[in-house]
């Protein structure tokens, strides 16, 4: 079995396969009869044109039960993983969309694995925080001298969000981050700042940022889609059409998080 690390081992499915005892029950399936093969055929066929007659209902159930599964604290893996199984079923069992109170009692009878609340930092909240923390060189120009201060990245959005610099200095330091495969976007219908980030290995400047995380073989994009409201898909960077993941900017990231104030007691 190949080995994988943190990075890798979310996006691998294990098979392990034993020998049944020779003692132990074996239940025939007539599925699994060779000599059946014409039927099961027939069958398959049969379940095929059924599920593509209901595919508008295999569609919205499966949208219904991940909204449902999210809902019932589930990780989103989970819910991609359980709803397209459990939407299969109830195309297989109704010819119209059940109603919200019959698709819960479908997915309390699935009696899937309880959630559990674990008080640990998520893989997605590690990388975006080890992203956005790398220091890098930018160049500005301060009192007619250019100069080229090391930075934080999370600090040069912040600017960059920011209402008080022009548009030629916002512009320079957006250009500047896609060099490392990041591009701070205004969004005028959102009215809100987002955070593009290239996720292909070719990427030179993202490879740079990711050497020694445990994402520094690939599987950027897989991490970073989990984070709330990220969209996954295609846009310039650096002045090339790229594979990047939409990240929506948290407060915290943007604000201040530190005013260079001290917690002091009052003067007597």
């Given at each position: 079995?190949?080995?994988?690390d943190d990075a890798s081992e979310t996006r691998t499915v294990r098979v ?232 929506c900017l948290a407060e915290e990231l943007i604000a201040p998080d530190f ?10």
């Open positions: 079995m190949p080995t994988s392990q396969m034993q020998t049944l005892l020779a003692t132990g029950p074996r239940a025939a399936n007539p599925l699994l009869d060779l000599s059946n093969r014409s039927e099961v055929e027939e069958l398959a066929a049969r379940i095929r044109r059924m599920l593509i007659g209901r595919w508008d209902v295999l569609v919205s159930a499966q949208k219904a039960l991940r909204g449902m599964l999210i809902d019932q604290g589930h990780e989103a893996r989970a819910a991609d993983v359980f709803s397209p199984l459990i939407a299969g079923y109830v195309a297989l069992t109704s010819e119209e969309m059940p109603s919200q109170q019959r698709l819960a009692a479908i997915l309390e009878g699935c009696q899937l694995p309880p959630v559990m609340v674990k008080d640990v930092q998520r893989d997605c909240d590690v990388c975006l925080s080890i992203l956005v923390n790398r220091r890098v060189v930018i160049f500005e120009t301060i009192g007619g001298k250019l100069v080229r201060p090391t930075q934080r990245i999370r600090d040069v959005i912040r600017g960059i969000a920011g209402s008080d610099l022009d548009v030629e200095t916002r512009q320079a330091l957006i250009k500047q981050l896609e060099k490392f495969g990041l591009r701070p976007v205004w969004k005028r219908s959102a009215n809100e700042w987002k955070l593009v980030v290239a996720t292909s290995e070719m990427n030179t400047g993202m490879r740079r940022l990711m050497q020694g995380t445990p994402w520094s073989s690939g599987g950027l994009k897989d991490v970073l889609s989990r984070l709330p409201g990220a969209i996954v898909g295609q846009q310039r960077v650096d002045g090339m059409s790229q594979k990047v993941v939409e990240l005013d260079g104030g001290y917690e002091l007691p009052a003067a007597a």
